[in-house]
């Protein structure tokens, strides 16, 4: 049984094969869209088993193999997919067609030192990868752009969020106030406990309100929420609380379901998020 979202919606899409998909989203009818869980694929042992990661010690063919069957799954050719290289920076990436299946099948071709893709061009498939850091999706559905980012909490404190949603608004004109958001399931607060050295950053980061965003366990011990310091980047961005839809879910807590580098203790596979703008036949 899927862990259900109360925000999110869990789509099966065969016997083992589940997606999570954001209503908001999909009611708009101009994106194909998703977040993976760990099941529906071929790898085995500590990837068990739709890991689509390649960077993380699995059988290259078995992660291909994987990534096909979750393209066959979504209507998209599994060689266009663009995949960041994900090096827990602020880059952004303006995704056009020459970048076409770059990092679809190796690492080596992924776009270097990248954490965000946008892209206003249909056809082209943006991927990410995730085992416990934050997934963001953006949409623009006035200016038909779409955006990910992958915030761990290096990606957080540096709000990569807030800069995805001010690259496409310096290159697609999307206003903030119009623009759709995603926050996928990722480590939650209940299980996400870090050391003072990255809640030092935290504070730095958010002068305002970062004790709103933390709790004090004691012996240098504090628990961090990162959905919601990615949630409170984007409002003061000038997106809509109405317009941000938060999965809750927790990667440690649901280990079945999803890939945890924590709970895991860090050998284990990748889910992805997943989000391309429809050809619309005009
Ligand atoms: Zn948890």
Redesign the pocket.
Known sequence: MLPISNEFAANTINDNLFIYTIPAFTATGLVVHGFTTRSGGVSTGSYESLNLGLHVGDEEDAVLKNRRILCRALGIKFEHIVAGQQVHGDNVKIVTKQHLGCGSKSLADALPAVDALITNSAGIPLTSYYADCVPLFFLDPLNKAVGLAHAGWKGTVKKIGSKTVRCMKAKFGSRPEELLVGIGPS??????AVDSKVIDQVAESFPGFWKELVKDCGGGQWMLNLWEANRRALLDEGVLESNITVAKL?????KEDFFSYRASGGCTGRMASIIMLKKIES
């Open positions: 480590i939650g607060p209940c299980c996400y927790c990667t440690s807590c649901n």
